[in-house]
């Protein structure tokens, strides 16, 4: 049966051919139409089941999956009423292409509907039938598929789709011989929007179409196998349900996921069936983390698992203490999340997916490391230091890659001067002082650091007190002795002397010293000395008043 919503169950009324589905919703169908016979042998696990319910007789396909276990849809397991079939009312044809050349008949002595099996929906919309013995020799069971196999389910992967459906709209019987057509598996986007009717749960549903929908599955294909091919051999990757609508080949054809349901099977075939549903989980991506200025940047890959339809993602930046210190959601296609303008420290951004089904375990990336501000060349001041000049301080190098700003404080001997420039003047009161300039880099988003540059003596300026004056004798003979003045400086000073008649130098050793023996041709002439002072790279002279020498 394939039923609309269109189920791909045949019905035929006993004494009249006709097609009817089963009243379990009116969901979508299933044959396959535009398909072609298997050759003998082809298919050994393929089955052909028959069932009796009142005056009329149901066909659909299904699948050895143990020796003695068939699955099929569930709603193969219901007559046109919604009411169970008789077990007795089975007949499965089993072990042959053509089921009209000797195939060997099973009865059913047990039917095992999946426990989340929903008739209005045809969530887990498959049955496992327990035959009356094994089968015989021919016939093979099919693997299937389980959550290890989600490449199986990669958008435009190739299938064959199989049953004895009727091969087209209105036909009246179904063929002889098992029809199969090579399909192709859909995104979960493509079937969540095909509008068939039900709600779409990519944990248990998948869909495949061909070009222009042909082949597709028709009435008596409902519980056939999906079968993928693969380096190990054939592997049951879905179950016939569903179709688009009452016609075939208009739409996708929907299928029961068989990675969703293989545990289930499998206990019960195992005679310990399981009550709880497998839900495929979604494995959410561990991000890669990169540093962009001062903020951290994830980037993840958006590769879903086939059995989940996203939602959206959540992004949380953590810090090393465990703390989340930021979070934002994402739609289901980003594969970033920016987190800008962060503290130093250690991050790792987690991942966590939400789905139809729920809420993923987060993905969590590696460790990155914002480093704090540091000064890597100290800061230094420009300038002479002396008093009454203005000195500049050079910030240095820093390093920190997002905003932030610098600050230069005037330290005066390792205490603040309360002044926030870069420029500073030098005042009387910094003589002698040593001076500094430390510099603050502020991060836009808090982060401090320091660093003072090496310190600089602030100097007075140069200049006379008092003049230089000669004391002594004038007469020739006589010595005049020129006492250097009284002098405003910082620091050492030295000083040197030049005696000069009449204004003009006097040439020779004794010429420069501080003491002058009157010579007799200073006789009439006036004698003078200039006192030059050197001191912390300044320099200035003084002359003392003039005497006159007397013979």
Known sequence: MLRTRALLTLMVVLGALGLSAPALASPPIAQIIGGSAAAAGAAP??????????????????????????????????????????????????????????????????????????????????????????????????????????????AGQPATAMGWGITANGAASIPNVLQTGTVAVQANATCNSSGAGLSFRPSYDMCTAAPSFVPAACHGDSGGPLVATTATGPVQIGVVSYGTSGTCALGPDFFTRASSIQAWAASVAAGAPITTPFVPPYAAPAATLALSADGVVATFSDAPDPATLLTGFIASLTNAAGVVVASQPLSPSA??????????????????????EGTSAAGTSAAVV?????????????????????????????????????????????ASTGVVTQGYRVREADAGAKLACQVLLRASTGPTATATSAALQATEKLAVRTR????????????????????????????????????????????????????????????????????????????????????
């Open 335 to 356: 594969t970033t999340a920016s987190f800008p303008a962060v503290q130093p420290g250690s991050y790792t951004v987690g991942v966590v997916a939400d789905y139809t």
């Open 468 to 551: 230089p004056r000669l004391t002594g004798s004038h007469a020739v003979g006589a010595r005049l002795v020129c006492s250097a003045g009284a002098w405003k400086h910082t620091g050492s000073l030295r000083l040197s002397y030049a005696w000069l008649r009449d204004g003009k130098a006097i040439t020779g050793a004794a010429a420069r010293k501080a003491r002058r023996t009157i010579a007799a041709g200073d006789a009439g002439h006036r004698l003078t000395c200039r006192v030059k002072a050197k001191t912390a790279g300044q320099s200035a002279s003084a002359t003392s008043s003039a005497v006159k020498a007397t013979a």
């Open 370 to 414: 914002l480093a704090p501000p540091a000064n890597t060349v100290r800061p230094s001041i420009k300038g002479t230091g002396r008093v009454g000049s203005t000195l500049s301080c050079q910030p240095g190098t820093w390093v920190w890659p997002g905003a932030a700003t610098l600050t230069a404080l005037w330290l005066r001997n390792g």
């Open 45 to 154: 696990y393929a089955v052909e089941i028959q069932a009796t319910s009142g005056p009329s007789t149901y066909f659909c396909t299904g699948s050895l999956i143990a020796p003695q276990f068939v699955l099929t849809a569930g709603h193969c397991t219901f007559d046109d009423t919604g009411t169970p079939i008789p077990v007795a009312g089975y007949r499965i044809r089993i072990g042959v292409s053509d089921w009209t050349t000797n195939p060997t008949v099973r009865t059913v002595t047990a039917v095992s509907l999946h426990p989340a099996f929903n008739p209005n929906t045809l969530q887990g919309d498959v049955a496992v039938l327990k035959l009356d013995q094994v089968a015989q020799a021919g016939t093979s069971v099919i693997p299937l598929a389980t959550s290890a196999d989600a490449a199986l389910y990669a």
